[in-house]
């Protein structure tokens, strides 16, 4: 995307555009020949959606990548994800809403379990209830490092965010997280001079907080990892002159969204019901509408093929009330494919759906990997779906004469 | 397109290229899940060739991207829109046949009516005839600001083409038309110090042609928009070793046929078969002609949808005209789609056929948006059909050993 020529080209327009967003949506058959999640699926509503819609398949950062959620997202949402590279770190601390700024190193925290020697035994020190892992963040909390501010928030079970705050600091470092067991954790190093007071003030604290949880094992050790400073996006506001808004349930994705200058709603619980809910209820607030669904993604990479198949499906009797919003234009897609045969994201292209008045039907009458690899959209980068909406909610002016 | 790579590729060979460009060509139906003007017209000699072709859809700038005419023809011709963009002053003058060059500011010009007030009653001046319009711009053309030459040139109505001479005057200048009535038109602003110079002399050009035009109402005044300078482009003749001609009966067509470098024929009257007579003319003197058809958009442009079908159909009819004159390349194409649903250009991907001996048919019988969006040329960037053009007319050397 070429920020500068949208941003002179999108118009403000009384439209509003969704985006259903199926977390690794795309699939694979459990053997060749057979059917993918998607076109197992029985998905009434979206297949009739198809036959009035524009097919296509996305791949989020080019043919044969795999990405993960933070980059397909960016997509998606029309950055370039390689040369906006967000870190593990920051994603953490947005996901938990932390207000994350341009003086900030953030990293993924982890409590984890070492024996006598010092060597890993659970990098994620049995999972440890978040109520407890609460209480050790407190315990971190107490250390002060000179120079530094420091800013630790529980997660979920045994992770946490962490944050170091310091003018002109640089997080080009190593993890201390060696990814594996019975060895002793990483020291921080820095890749260049500008991250060398960052990997000092860091080294210091890990040895602090081994001090400090010494007593509390199987939590007897912290790992960090994905340090990272925040990036600065235009907004969706700047390049788009969207009022956007966000719902999702999981952190990472609502950090996302929050990167991109998008409201991020609340939620009132965690199943697709309550994000229609928060759907419906802010509808006439915002134009532009990102609503994440995780269920689909989590079955993929637990290799659960019917999980994966009742999650479409479930996603699928939700969205006759969408639809009855009107909205102008919807999209349906996916950040990424995650084939539950592979357990894992993958780089096979995702399908997309986009509906609105003005779009050239393909002649589908299923929503289907099959079905859009025929469609008329081609196989696109991500890139392009913020576009393709933008045109079709006539919100982009008509370049030259 | 890499102009620097085919300046070394192409290669002179004795065969001629027919380019055919519907304006507007692309459609949409009526209503979901009807036909297309396109797909509706009885086109038997499109459809013949069709079967002997290759299809496909091009995009001229992008994704969702919806284009003038300019950037359209640009991108068919195989420059990039987006770097080379062209001001609409520069091409109402290069329409008027005016030799512009690199020390010109031009701008389109319309007489209009102010009020007592000086207030906009009338943006066209009740489209003044033509011939009222001249003598006008006779009076307009006694006027001199010192160290400027001057142009003013009629185009039709009562619109005119504006020419300011003077080295190293820059044309970052706002509009003196606020595009709308009830306003007073407004004084001419430069966006940097380079163009400080140009708005003092056009301003005073404004005002002079106010005290002139006082008594001749309803065109008693004049509006000036698109200000801009002449950009240079490497020709057909240098990049693809292509002597070129162009057929054209409207101005600005004609203008970007010769800001590309082509040779702009004479066409004894207004029709299609005017052009034609012009194509079987010069047939043996040129090995690239570029042909314009207008009709199809203003029909799509003014929501005449059996218009344009109408229009379509005509096209078809002479079509076995250039086919007897045995070309090796035949390219029918559209500069944007212009959906008569939508009465305006369009971003749609618009209907693209090749025809060569070399081309690998794709078995379809019908050249519509359906076909072409099957077609085994995929849906491409407009810049690419000129390279597909000259491999075909084995214009283009092997690259690499």
Known sequence: MCDSFFR???????????????????????????????????????????????????????PGITVGSGPGHLALFGYDPIENEIGRGVLEALGVDFEIGADDVAARGNFCTIDDQGLLIDRRAGRLPTEESIKLVNLLRTIQIDGVDLFIEPVKEHRFAFILRARDFGADLTDSDPLSTGVAPLRVKAH??????????????????????????????????????????????????????????????????????????????????????TLEKYWQSYDFFYLHYKKTDTCGESGDFSGKVKAIEEFDTFLPRLLSLRPDVVIVGGDHSSPAVLRSHSWHPVPLLLFAATCRPDGSTEFCERACARGSLGVIPATQVMPLALAHAGRLSKYGA
């Open 8 to 62: 002179n080209q999108t118009v403000p327009a009384q439209t509003k555009i969704a985006m259903l967003i199926l977390d690794g949506l795309g699939g694979l058959p459990l053997e060749t020949g057979g059917k993918t999640e998607l076109e197992t699926a029985h998905t009434p509503n979206l297949d009739a959606l198809a036959a009035r819609s524009t097919l296509g398949l996305t791949q989020p950062a080019g």
């Open 192 to 277: 260049n001079a500008g991250s060398e007071k960052t990997a000092a003030a860091i080294n210091e604290f890990i040895d602090r907080a081994r001090l400090l949880l010494a007593e509390h094992s199987p939590a007897n050790m912290i790992l960090l990892r994905g340090f990272a400073k925040f990036p600065t996006l235009p907004t969706f506001r700047e390049i788009y002159h969207l009022n956007a808004a966000a719902i999702a349930v999981n952190g990472m994705y609502r950090g996302v969204a929050r990167l991109a200058g998008m409201k991020v709603l609340p939620v009132d619980g965690t199943t697709l019901a309550d994000e229609f809910d």
